[in-house]
């Protein structure tokens, strides 16, 4: 018996340790594809509208950055193996100077964060070297998505001062017209403003970004708009005489389509008044 065991534990002792895997759902941001070898990511987390404060070499003054907020902790397989603070600091600098970046500020052997743009879209990244761990937090500017839509009363005030009002809580899937359950906030203000006015009609304005062609942008607004008016028919029960769909595509923007937030904010539908 005490042979037995005594194999037994000498086998044990001869396996190799195995590698750690993954949390489920994580993997390395697209900026920094690659890690520090013999690390694994223990825990992460994704706010799509977060802030969070970027050190400065004066640990009084920190500067917030909102945006869509990524938070990768690493750990380190063998404590034993694990490389220095600035072995740490020094590759993801590297990292981010090739990345087209600059650098912010860094205390060598501990932090270092930068700034990378790509495709006009900002980040900004800090990397922090703890013990057996590296904490990786990554913000990535873009506007609040509004999921609070303006309520009847503002827009009719719109519809009247100016003749038409964007509604930005009324969503598709990309490439589609279906209108997703979440555009429920919305509709249910338009129908609110509908039946406060029984004399309004409106003309429903698809929009759309500029990324892929004209005509299939144009067939996809003209699509989107018809499927409000459809939603408002059989949901709301409002009259289909009183309303009719459009699209205009990509052909009247209201900011940039170089950027996430522009393409965001021609992505729309508009209530336009019929006279």
């Known amino acids: 018996m005490k042979r037995a065991l005594l194999c037994s534990a000498a086998l044990i002792c ?5 590698a ?4 489920k759902d994580c993997k390395d941001h697209p900026l920094f594809p690659t890690r520090m070898p013999g690390y694994f990511i223990s825990d992460c987390k994704m706010e799509e509208f977060g802030k969070y404060d970027f050190w400065t070499e004066n640990a009084k003054v920190k500067v917030p950055v909102e945006g869509k907020f990524t938070f990768i902790t690493y750990r380190v397989t063998d404590a034993k193996k694990q490389p220095s603070g600035v072995a740490v600091v020094q590759n993801y600098e590297n990292a981010i100077l090739k990345a087209g970046g600059k650098i912010l500020h860094k205390v060598p052997n501990w932090w270092v964060n930068g700034v990378i743009t790509k495709n006009g879209q900002e980040a900004t990244v800090q990397v922090e070297k703890g ?9 990535e500017k873009k506007a609040m998505e509004q999921y609070i839509v303006a309520d009847a ?9 100016s003749g038409h009002v964007a509604v930005y809580g009324i969503f598709f899937d990309t490439g589609k017209s279906d209108v997703k359950p979440e555009s429920k906030a919305a509709l249910d203000e338009i129908a609110k403003l509908l039946k406060q006015d029984p004399a ?4 429903i304005v698809g929009h759309t970004d500029l ?9 996809l607004s003209q699509a989107r708009g018809e499927a409000v008016v459809q939603a408002l028919v059989s949901q709301y029960g409002i009259a289909p005489a009183r309303l009719k769909g459009y699209g205009v595509g990509p052909l009247s923007p209201v900011a940039t389509n170089d950027t996430d ?3 965001a904010k021609n992505r ?3 209530l336009v008044k019929e006279m």
């Open 261 to 263: 937030d522009g393409r």
């Open 211 to 219: 990324v892929g062609t004209i005509e299939s942008n144009m067939k």
């Open 200 to 203: 309004l009609k409106l003309k």
């Open 268 to 270: 729309r539908v508009e």
């Open 153 to 161: 009363a503002a827009m009719g005030g719109d519809l009247k001062t």
């Open 14 to 18: 001869a396996l190799p340790i195995l």
């Open 20 to 23: 750690q895997v993954d949390a």
């Open 131 to 139: 013990n057996g761990l590296i904490w990786m937090r990554i913000i």
